[in-house]
């Protein structure tokens, strides 16, 4: 190789290429090896200051228990993870496009905003009950609570995101003769594109913990239900259990913003750890 193609090459990149494998393998495998000190702590705290069970189990008693009830927690956790995912898709389609009318109307700023705002100060907890009222007590009332919770995250960084762009770069494209359409298409979307992903994963982390809140008001089915269950029989093993498939169904979903925000906003690849 020339000299002249040695700098060509970005600095970052012969850093990163120059990376030892096994130093990008335990890059990659961090976030599992910190749960594992988690539970190593976990273990040791029990075993030593001899914690009794029915206060906080041992992980050796909770991992075991989830094979063992994996066939109540898949199918309550099949209800749940519909409840996720349909609320939290709802929230995708009305969110973004609510947030781009607001950061371009001025109109609809200045009459849907406050609205907005007043529903977001209002007690979710305290809406659940009129849902089930309202469409009672099937799936439906838990996919409206999971919505009415991940809504306005997700509504403040599609504003935030559609007004970052400086306007000189408007003026520049205006004058070159760009339509209003390849304005947003191949600029104004692109820019807004990681401050929505930002207040993706914010939804994403509420969404789980929506759909179980809900589940608490009124359901005769899902993880929150049956967690319900385990607390008024006092089964602490149980109620662990469900805490670590909500932690995982969590996680994944957030992962799997990360994976879209991979995806669609390639130039974001550099700072975005998979």
Do not use: C, H
Request: hydrophobic residues 55%; charged residues 10%.
């Amino acid at each position: 190789m020339s000299s002249t193609q040695a700098i060509a090459i970005p600095r970052g990149r012969r850093k990163a290429s120059g990376r030892p494998a096994f130093i990008r393998l335990l890059w990659i495998l961090l976030p599992l090896l910190t749960f594992g000190f988690i539970i190593l702590v976990w273990s040791l705290a029990v075993t030593i200051f001899q914690i009794p069970r029915y206060l906080l189990p041992a992980p050796e008693a909770v991992i075991p228990r989830l094979f063992e009830s994996s066939g109540i927690l898949w199918t309550n956790g099949l209800v749940t993870l519909q409840e996720i995912f349909a609320g939290f898709g709802l929230t995708i389609i009305t969110a973004i496009p609510m947030g781009l009318l607001i950061a371009l109307s001025r109109v609809a700023k200045q009459s849907l905003y406050p609205l907005l705002v007043f529903l977001q100060l209002v007690p979710k907890i305290a809406i659940a009950p009129l849902f089930i009222v309202w469409v009672g007590f099937g799936i439906e009332s838990k996919i409206l609570l999971t919505v009415l919770m991940t809504f306005f995250p997700l509504l403040l960084a599609s504003i935030a995101g559609f007004q970052i762009l400086d306007q000189r770069l408007l003026y520049l494209t205006k004058s070159m003769g760009a339509s209003g359409w390849q304005t947003f298409r191949y600029l104004r979307f692109p820019a807004a594109l990681p401050v929505i992903f930002g207040g993706l994963k914010t939804s994403a982390t509420i969404a789980a913990t929506a759909a179980v809140v809900a589940e608490f008001v009124g359901a005769n089915r899902g993880l929150g239900y049956l967690l319900l269950q385990a607390t008024s029989t006092l089964d602490t093993t149980l109620i662990f259990t469900i805490l670590l498939v909500l932690t995982i169904i969590g996680a994944a979903l957030n992962y799997l913003v990360e994976l879209a925000e991979y995806i669609l906003a390639p130039w974001q690849r550099a700072r975005i750890s998979l």
